[in-house]
């Protein structure tokens, strides 16, 4: 399964120089949060695939303007050809507003999610906005990631952590791609292409 992330910032390439031909071997395509929904809305009508997505912290505005045609996952798994997809968007908490949570409240999540989790006898992916605490993630707070993440990975060993928030241009010590354990980690910055079942994920990442 040939799967494109996307986060934080519309690419270009697929949007403002869109041509035929260059979503057709994507099979699923996962938003990591703070895009415009017309973007998604877009993807999902020229890719013909689902498009799955979760709240990033500027995304206030799908509460009037959902992305039409894609699949909001937040606090769900979505199970996609065989695969258990668990969705949790939002970034540390630093300011009033939506889609922001204390390490506290995220737990809370993770903790009213027990049965699903055991129904589905686990995950997958877990897709999220903000990072893991200290893989990847910034030391101010607003970039700062989540400890519960850790506590995911740890427990539930996915194959792939996807998430957005940290933007690359940032600087360079923000990587495309990290691994946690057994988990590989990929921050979906701008758009990032990987096949669910290659063995050697970090040399296969493709934009």
């Known amino acids: 399964m040939r799967i494109l992330v996307i986060a934080d910032e519309e690419s270009k390439y697929l949007w403002d120089y869109y041509e035929d031909g260059k979503l057709k071997d ?6 990591a949060g ?20 979760v709240h990033g912290n500027h995304d206030d505005k799908y509460e009037t303007k959902p992305p039409e045609g894609c699949i909001c996952i937040e606090d769900q798994i979505y199970v996609y050809e065989g695969v258990r997809i668990l969705g949790l968007g939002g970034s540390m908490r630093y300011k009033h507003g939506k889609h922001q949570y204390t390490e506290r409240e995220m737990k809370r999540r993770v ?8 129904r589905h006898g686990g995950f997958d992916i877990l897709l ?19 400890q519960v993440f850790l506590e995911l990975m740890k427990k539930y060993r996915p194959k792939f952590f ?21 988990t590989h ?9 990987f096949d669910y079942e290659a063995e050697d994920v970090h040399n296969n990442l493709r934009r």
């Not at 895009?35 to 799955?52: E, K, Q, R």
Request: proline share 5%.
């Open 162 to 182: 996807i998430h957005g928030h940290v933007h690359m241009s940032y600087g360079r010590q923000y990587k495309r791609y990290d691994k946690y354990e057994d």
């Open 185 to 193: 980690v990929i921050n979906a910055y701008d758009r990032c292409i």
């Open 111 to 118: 903790k009213r999610l027990w049965f699903t989790l055991l």
């Open 26 to 31: 994507i099979d699923l395509i996962l938003s």
């Open 34 to 53: 703070d895009l415009n929904p017309n973007y998604l809305s877009f993807l999902t009508t020229f890719a013909n695939v689902p498009v799955l997505y």
């Open 128 to 146: 999220t906005h903000a990072p893991a605490y200290q893989l990847n993630d910034g030391r101010d707070l607003p970039h700062q990631g989540f």
